[in-house]
């Protein structure tokens, strides 16, 4: 990196400096100088807190280390551990009941309940994608994935698979908005008269069973399209008969198009490669056109330049004449670091600053951009900014946050709480004192999610001197996991957070998976769930499905007097106590974990790919990203310090699994072999994961990815 450049005792890498002074103020009122003297104010004030803030962590976790370690072997007490816990400040007592008072939201966040994208900003295709995401072909998510039985026959249009996704879609409108007699499958035709909406079937006229869900039409004559609503959402019919798909329909049918991510994270945090200016220029850049609605990506498909932008606004008119305007995107969410990583973007006093300071100050910066609009498609028309805050350890670490984008929101001129805060509750001592870190955001919350990855990643860390771990398989199926995945949804909605914010949970890892997808991840919804991570448009449109079969709202109501998860369960570890595997078992979990572990490292250090689908030792392609690294490195970890494996073995396994994996990635030219030298900064990295893990704060994987990925840069 070239020499820092002086910006109000501040020193700044040049390519940060231009990205502010060229890219981000301008069309704003607020100057250089005050930016960076606002800036350089709010580090001297905040950072000595982060730093604090963070020794508390490294103290407490050694406290509980030796604890632990001291009675290893003994039979688990759960109520001493409990004791203990609450004797260093770990567990906190709970305050009287409370109700979030977070300022009005947009209806995506506050009160619709829909699929949520989480995608890699530093991408700007897939950011792009991922606003865009908002309105989906219902065909074409059957018709390309596994969601149908068989694959389509011949590179042309199958009219046969085409058949399959027109029956599934009619039976999804059969359920969704069904007529009042007959089935969407048998219609000719539909008209509007007075406003009514009703279809044909063997001519005869039958109305909706709720004539309320005809919420409006756009076009005119043959090519036009019907929208329709239920549980929040719409769904437009377009219609075509000059099309091949709506020629085949007798109501000339083409497509049945969802509302579908409603809302879409753009992801600074787990799922890209950020280690330097360069790096976050390139994702503050994305995020920026985002705001400022000028985002747009080139590329070459089929031999053609095509270019990507943000979709326009939808326009209906409604049943009574007036025109109705629907968002044709996503509302965007930012999810800006964590505490504890530091960038040489940034040096305060020759030394570096807290990223997640830095992602505060210009995130919240370039949504201005959004904010100051009069016209035209808003990300937020409500006037907010959504910011998602992840890897926070407990309600101090939560009003820290609130503190810090309080600071933020004072030096740009906004008001109190604009800035809203998505709590990630994927630590052990947030989901242990989960109503008490709501209560430190209660002015801006808007969000609450299980990461049950990182989660799991947290909790094989804070256990680590307890004893050896279950497989990593059976962890999911260890009690404390459900009791974590009901108490967030338990805190929630006794804080108050229906129809102000949203209850989320985590990802589905298999993209390839549809059907599977579509048969398990009805669970979100029906545990109470706003929302749920999917990872690519098609998967949005076809989860979206599932908030059409499930009442949210209606469910949450229900689920209020219902007892409280347990905290005994919540806080029993996974441990496998005196249970003995044979050789061949241990074996191939060093196996699986090892291959999981190079598969991602090995883009994440050599290309800086943050988030892909990396297939597994069995080949099935499985959404990666450091939550997923973060378990399989722990995991290994404690299965060393225990004695379940050796060094030995893992060296051994490394190398087998290096070779494997680069047989896996022999398609791509810009892959670098790891065999036969296991020598690179990726392979060492790797390495470096598995038998540094235990020492690694909260067991975190950045650090050592962020100094090899430099390494790999500078070669």
Avoid at 207 to 216: V, Y
């Amino acid at each position: 990196m070239t020499a820092h450049l002086p910006r109000a005792g501040l020193q700044v890498a040049p390519a940060l400096a231009d990205f502010v002074e060229n890219r981000l103020l301008p069309g704003l009122t607020l100057s250089p100088d005050a930016f960076w003297t606002g800036f350089a104010a709010l580090l001297n004030d905040l950072v000595p807190e982060n730093r604090r803030l963070l020794a508390v962590r490294d103290e407490m976790q050694a406290k509980i280390d030796a604890w632990l370690a001291a009675r290893r072997g003994q039979d688990w007490d759960n109520a001493a551990w409990q004791d203990f816990l609450r004797d260093i400040g770990y567990l906190l007592p709970e305050g009287p009941e409370f109700t979030v008072e977070t300022t009005p939201s947009d209806p995506e966040i506050s009160s619709l309940a829909g699929p949520q994208l989480v995608v890699p900003v530093m991408n700007a295709r897939f950011a792009l994608n991922a606003a865009n995401a908002r309105w989906g072909s219902l065909y074409d998510a059957l018709y390309g994935t596994d969601a149908l039985p068989g694959t389509p026959a011949g590179k042309g249009f199958d009219a046969a698979r085409g058949a399959q996704a027109v029956a599934w879609a009619a039976d999804f409108l059969d359920k969704a908005v069904p007529l009042a007699r007959g089935s969407h499958a048998d219609v000719t035709g539909y008209a509007i008269n007075d406003g009514t909406l009703t279809a044909t079937i063997d001519g005869a006229a039958v109305a909706l069973a709720d004539p309320a869900a005809f919420a409006g039409t756009a076009g005119s004559g043959a090519q036009h399209s019907i929208l329709l609503r239920h549980n929040g959402l719409h769904i437009e019919l377009v219609f075509d008969p000059s099309h091949p798909v709506g020629a085949a329909s007798r109501s000339g049918l083409r497509d049945v198009v969802l509302e579908s991510a409603l809302t879409a994270i753009q992801d600074c945090e787990d799922s890209v490669a950020a280690v330097d200016a360069e790096d976050k220029v390139l994702a503050y850049g994305n995020w920026l056109g985002l705001m400022k609605g000028d985002l747009s990506e080139s590329f070459e498909k089929g031999g053609k330049v095509l270019t990507r932008r943000l979709n326009a606004d939808r326009r209906f008119t409604a049943p009574d004449g007036s025109m109705l305007t629907l968002p044709g995107r996503a509302v965007l969410l930012v999810r800006n670091v964590g505490h504890l990583m530091t960038t040489d973007a940034v040096l305060l006093n020759g030394e570096e600053v807290p990223e997640g300071l830095m992602d505060a100050m210009i995130t919240v910066t370039a949504a201005l951009h959004d904010l100051q609009k009069t016209e035209g498609p808003r990300n937020s028309r409500a006037g907010s900014v959504y910011v998602v805050k992840p890897k926070m350890h407990g309600p101090e670490e939560a009003a820290f946050a609130d503190r810090s984008y309080a600071r933020v929101e004072a030096l740009l001129g906004l008001p109190f709480g604009t800035v809203k805060l998505g709590l990630m509750d994927e630590e052990r001592r947030t989901s242990a004192n989960l109503r008490e870190c709501i209560r430190a955001l209660k002015d801006r919350i808007v969000f609450i999610n299980t990461g049950f990855l990182d989660r799991t990643g947290d909790e094989i860390h804070t256990v680590m001197q307890a004893g050896p771990v279950l497989p990593k398989a059976e962890i999911k199926d260890a009690v404390w996991l459900s009791a974590y995945e009901a108490g967030n949804v338990d805190a929630g909605l006794a804080t108050g957070m229906q129809g102000k914010g949203q209850i989320g949970k985590g990802m589905w890892a298999k993209p390839d998976a549809m059907a599977e997808m579509l048969g398990t991840k009805i669970g979100h919804p029906k545990a109470g769930a706003t929302t749920a991570w999917v990872p690519s448009p098609t998967a949005a449109t076809l989860h979206a499905t599932h908030y059409h079969q499930v009442n949210v709202a209606a469910l949450q109501d229900s689920l209020k007097s219902r007892p409280r998860a347990s905290l005994d369960a919540l806080m029993t570890p996974p441990l496998m106590g005196r249970r003995n595997l044979s050789a061949e078992q241990i074996a191939r979990e060093i196996d699986l974990n090892c291959q999981s572990i190079l598969g991602y490292v090995v883009r994440w250090v050599d290309q800086g790919i943050g988030c892909s689908k990396v297939p597994d030792i069995d080949d099935v392609a499985l959404m990666e990203d450091r939550a997923t690294l973060r378990i399989s490195a722990q995991f290994l970890a404690n299965w060393l310090i225990h004695g379940i494996i050796t060094e030995a073995q893992v060296d051994e396994s490394l190398r087998r699994m290096a070779a494997a994996v680069d047989r896996q990635n022999a398609g791509d030219a810009a892959y670098l072999p790891m065999a036969p030298g296991f020598d690179g900064p990726a392979f060492t990295a790797a390495r470096d994961l598995i038998l540094k893990g235990a020492a690694q704060p909260s067991g975190y994987t950045e650090p050592l990815l962020h100094a090899w990925r430099r390494v790999a840069k500078s070669n």
